[in-house]
């Protein structure tokens, strides 16, 4: 049986194909912003100053609006992802931040409980990409073929680092080291 979300999100991709396959984009950009601009807007301020969300998100709004025509119909939240992911990256070149949309996905300033710590000290020691694609399944929601298609991956290769990921971060806050 489905749960509440799953059935809202199923009737929700399936309104945004029909709009899609109607030619009406700015409608399909619109229904996708309704399901996700939430969930685009926190990883937008993840991953960069809580100073330049509002900016980074409402420029990931403006290029979305600006590529409307190459929205991918069979993933359109991925195809939303990626934008972000692209604005945050240029961001980070922009303000001179090394490396790629990285960062730790727990707040630095909030007291956190011990296991909740040592969560955060396991993903901190995790690769990038490793980071990366486990912070958009588990924070974002995002399914496996989804996420190949926002880092540019096979989607073996996303499951593998998923998996390696888990089992890392498991290891990590149970020992605190890696083995």
């Known amino acids: ?25 700015h409608r399909a950009l619109e229904l996708l912003l309704q399901d996700c601009q939430d969930g685009i807007f926190a990883y937008c301020a993840r991953l ?16 979305a609006t600006e590529e409307l025509a190459q929205i991918d119909s069979k993933y359109p939240r991925a195809w939303l992802y990626q934008i972000a992911r692209e604005v945050v990256l240029h961001h ?10 990285d960062a730790s996905y727990l707040p630095v300033s909030a007291p956190l409980e011990e296991p909740r710590t040592k969560v955060a000290r396991a993903f901190a020691q995790l690769a990038p990409n490793m980071r990366e694609v486990l912070q958009l399944a588990l924070w974002h929601g995002l ?3 989804e996420i190949a298609s926002i880092v540019g991956l096979p989607v073996q290769e996303v499951r593998r680092l998923s998996v390696k990921g888990l089992l890392a971060v498991a290891i990590l806050s149970r020992d605190g080291a890696p083995s």
Do not use: C, E, F, W
């Open 1 to 25: 049986m489905s749960s509440p979300s799953t059935t809202r999100a199923h009737a929700g991709s399936t309104k945004i194909a029909v709009a899609l396959r109607s030619g009406h984009h």
């Open 48 to 63: 960069v100053s809580i100073n330049d969300a509002l900016a980074v998100y409402n420029q990931v709004l403006v290029v």
């Open 92 to 101: 980070h070149h922009k303000v001179g931040v090394a490396g790629n949309a």
């Open 143 to 145: 399914r496996m073929s």
